[in-house]
């Protein structure tokens, strides 16, 4: 019994890390993903919505509020942690980058430096609450609803016009053999153009996604000069990082247990 309620925890665990990244799913596509039933992922659901995780509407499911943040789950704990800190590595007058992940919108509400530009492709910055004290450039591109991510030609050639100080970024994965991976084929193109046009680079991802190794390459992984993730985060993980050419490893405390 304790075994199948293991699996079951992983697999909303699952849907919702699928949700962060996808936006939106059905229940025949989670389905598939998942190979089971539609029935059991519409008890996953009817247990996800009951937690304030997840909203059904159209036939679909997606997190629960308009940036993608689940509210309540350990998860967007960690990422607002994570945000947080990054922010703190953002200087007077510096001009960053900062990719379409979740985790890197979320620092644009917590910096405190003034006179800082932003360049990002993640077109969830117009949903932020202003005013903004940053001047910010949305890069446009090709659109792949729901995705918000811009990608293309368009956004390459924006975002090549510009050298930037740091460059704040998520990814699906971090590990020390495949460095930053990307299970979304057209952002690695746009991720490592960022990474080439800036001096410093932070990626910011949350502990479930060290050592996870995804399909499409971003960069190796001495190209993460920092990494910024939460106290979930083994020893053991930070070490393996570290050795692999990451020249720094912060944790930052969550305290809200795992989504069941």
């Given at each position: 019994?304790?075994?199948?309620?293991?699996?079951?925890?992983?697999?909303?665990?699952?849907?919702v890390?699928?949700?962060?990244?996808?936006?939106?799913?059905s229940?025949a596509e989670?389905?598939?993903?998942?190979?089971?039933?539609?029935l059991?992922?519409?008890r996953?659901?009817?247990?996800?919505?009951?937690q304030?995780?997840?909203?059904?509407q159209?036939?679909?499911?997606?997190?629960?509020?308009?940036?993608g943040?689940?509210?309540?789950?350990?998860?967007?704990?960690?990422?607002?942690?994570?945000?947080?800190?990054a922010?703190?590595?953002?200087?007077?007058?510096?001009?960053?980058?900062?990719?379409?992940s979740?985790?890197?919108?979320?620092?644009?509400?917590?910096?405190?430096a003034?006179?800082?530009?932003?360049?990002?492709?993640?077109?969830?910055?117009?949903?932020?609450?202003g005013p903004?004290?940053q001047?910010?450039?949305?890069?446009?591109?090709?659109a792949?609803?729901?995705r918000?991510?811009?990608?293309?030609?368009?956004?390459?050639d924006?975002?090549?016009r510009?050298?930037?100080?740091?460059?704040f970024?998520?990814?699906?994965?971090?590990?020390?053999?495949?460095g930053?991976?990307?299970?979304?084929?057209p952002?690695?193109?746009?991720?490592?153009l960022?990474?080439?046009?800036?001096?410093?680079?932070?990626?910011?991802?949350?502990?479930?996604?060290l050592?996870?190794v995804?399909?499409?390459?971003?960069?190796?992984?001495?190209?993460?000069?920092?990494?910024?993730?939460?106290?979930?985060?083994?020893?053991e993980q930070?070490?393996?990082?570290?050795?692999?050419?990451v020249?720094?490893?912060i944790?930052?405390?969550t305290?809200m247990?795992?989504?069941?």
């Open positions: 019994m304790r075994r199948s309620e293991t699996f079951v925890t992983r697999r909303r665990q699952a849907i890390r699928l949700l962060e990244e996808r936006e939106s799913a229940v989670l389905a598939e993903r998942f190979d089971v039933s539609p059991t992922i519409r996953d659901l009817d247990s996800l919505e009951g304030g995780m997840v909203t059904r159209y036939g679909r499911v997606s997190l629960v509020d308009e940036l943040r689940p509210s309540g789950s350990r998860r967007v704990l960690a990422k607002k942690a994570i945000a947080a800190e922010a703190h590595h953002v200087a007077n007058g510096d001009a960053i980058f900062v990719n379409a979740s985790t890197a919108l979320e620092i644009i509400e917590s910096i405190t003034q006179d800082v530009s932003i360049i990002t492709n993640n077109s969830k910055v117009m949903l932020l609450k903004l004290s001047t910010v450039l949305l890069t446009g591109g090709n792949m609803p729901p918000t991510s811009l990608t293309g030609e368009l956004t390459m924006v975002i090549g510009y050298h930037a100080a740091k460059c970024m998520g990814c699906s994965g971090i590990s020390a053999e495949g930053l991976t990307s299970n979304t084929m952002e690695c193109a746009v991720d490592a960022m990474l080439a046009h800036s001096r410093e680079h932070f990626v910011l991802l949350d502990s479930s996604k050592g996870q995804y399909t499409y390459p971003i960069a190796g992984i001495a190209e993460a000069h920092t990494v910024i993730t939460d106290d979930g985060a083994t020893d930070v070490r393996t990082l570290r050795e692999a050419g020249r720094k490893v944790r930052v405390a305290s247990p795992e989504v069941v």
